[in-house]
């Protein structure tokens, strides 16, 4: 009976586990002399640059340390050890990987620190997983199309990323991994599920400037990926630092820098209207230095996009057009990080995505067909790490996410050729077309209320083993 309990404990503690992507990551060890022999009890600070959060441990009798659940960024690893010069060494978090870092200590003679400036590997040993990261500087860096951070999944092998239809929903980009689904890639905002359960891809949008770093997760999953059948993608969302940083912007692209749409002009739009407006800022910094840091950003999109209509049948050939889509988005997110004491720290989030739009359920029909579509998307986060004792940590994640979304028939308004037969009737077809429909989408009005209360609790305790000098972390 006692085996049965623990077996029952155990599966429910996995089950917990696989409920969410970690977004944090680990800085692991090993600290040694200038003869290699290893240094046990050697004391080991871990400090975050941006913030000035710090967290203390002590090498174990193999040399070798390990700092779990820390949230991705730019640190310095300060080594002490009696006898021996402190020793500095930089290290970058990512999310969910390993960061390792190995120092050799330098006899003392006089008090000074050395600080060792060093790449990580480019192979990782420590893990078998395939995953990539994508990283702050190249979402700042990169072109993209409409900025949205999604286009720079397909920088990692096996991904590719297709546009979306956010008049059918509201994913804006489709990301498959490995040839798979792209309705089966998981997606993870802090650890808090943000994927569409009825018909996957994502269900909120975020604004690039609210992105710290993600990660795609492609091929021999660990815990730390959580459920996923075709690859995962794990957001990490930035968050203040003790200096104040913030920026203003406006972006404007018309149809005098955009190809004509269609490969045949039409004589009634020579040249159809096109314009894309964002504009937007974003604001981090301090409330407490070294305790309590806050973040926040507001984005507002105004597009005027064209659909191309071209019937597969030339019976219907004439029913061809370039059909107005308009959309219209406001996002909106707020981050306050405080560290209660070198022990515990907590974060909470607040992120808004609302968008009106228009266009065909699927794949491109005649104008009478389109739908409209409304999304209203709230996320509510609040995440709570704290260390239990030594390298045991307990990282908490709790999240709201409701989702409001109404399809409703567009109407023909704003058609510029009057080419929309069948508007308000019923819905008329070819059975043998495949984009080929008059009237009101069958789809149409439809509509959900949707709540979603994703909770992880992920408990972390690196282990040493050492079997013919090898070493084995268990977490």
Request: aromatic letters at 8%.
């Amino acid at each position: 009976m006692h085996r049965v309990a623990v077996l029952f404990m155990l599966g429910f503690a996995l089950a917990a586990r696989l409920t969410a992507q970690v977004p944090t990551g680990t800085i692991t060890g090993t600290v040694s002399d200038q003869v290699a022999a290893v240094l046990a009890k050697a004391t080991v600070t871990v400090t975050n640059k941006d913030t000035g959060a710090s967290r203390v441990v002590q090498t174990g009798a193999d040399g070798t340390f390990s700092v779990p659940s820390l949230p991705p960024g730019a640190y310095d690893v300060l080594i002490e050890a009696g006898g021996f010069q402190p020793t500095i060494s930089p290290a970058d978090v990512v999310t969910g990987a390993t960061t390792t870092v190995r120092v050799t200590l330098q006899v003392s003679t006089k008090t000074e620190a050395v600080t060792v400036v060093g790449a990580s590997p480019l192979v990782d040993l420590d893990s078998n997983r395939v995953q990539g990261i994508v990283g702050r500087t190249q979402i700042e860096n990169l072109p993209l199309n409409g900025r949205s951070f999604m286009n720079l999944a397909a920088l990692q092998p096996g991904v590719t990323v297709n546009l979306g239809n956010p008049a059918q929903f509201n994913a804006q980009f489709n990301v498959s991994v490995l040839g798979g689904p792209a309705s089966r890639t998981a997606i993870t905002v802090d650890g808090g599920n943000v994927r569409n359960p009825v018909e996957g891809g994502t269900g909120q949008n975020f604004s690039q400037e609210v992105v710290q770093e993600f990660q795609i997760s492609t091929a021999n999953f660990d815990l730390s990926t959580g459920i996923a059948a075709f690859g995962a993608i794990n957001i990490v969302t930035r968050s203040g630092s003790n200096d104040f940083r913030g920026a203003g912007y406006f972006y404007h692209r018309d149809e005098n820098i955009a190809a004509y749409p269609s490969l045949a002009r039409n004589t009634l739009t020579d040249r159809p209207e096109f314009s894309r407006h964002q504009s937007g800022f974003v604001i981090g910094g301090l409330i407490r230095r070294d305790q309590v840091h806050f973040f926040a950003n507001y984005e507002y999109t105004n597009q005027k996009g064209v659909y191309v209509v071209q019937p597969d049948l030339a019976s219907v050939a004439a029913f061809g057009t370039l059909a107005p889509a308009p959309y219209v988005g406001k996002q909106l997110s707020g981050r306050v990080d405080y560290r209660v004491n070198n022990k515990h720290s907590l974060f909470v989030r607040y992120s808004h995505d609302g968008n009106t739009n228009s266009g065909p359920f699927g794949i491109p029909v005649p104008p009478s067909n389109f739908v409209s579509n409304k999304n209203y998307i709230d996320q509510q986060l609040i995440g709570v790490t704290s260390v239990l004792s030594g390298t045991l940590v307990n990282d908490l994640r709790f999240s709201h996410m409701y989702w409001r979304n109404r399809n409703a028939p567009a109407g023909c308004e704003g058609d510029v050729t009057g080419n929309c037969i069948g508007s308000g009737g019923p819905e008329i077809f070819y059975l043998n077309s495949v984009n080929f429909a008059l009237g009101n989408n069958f789809n149409s009005p439809q509509g959900r209320n949707l709540h979603r209360f994703p909770v992880s609790d992920n408990v972390t305790w690196p282990c040493r083993t050492t079997s013919r000098g090898r070493k084995t972390r268990t977490r």
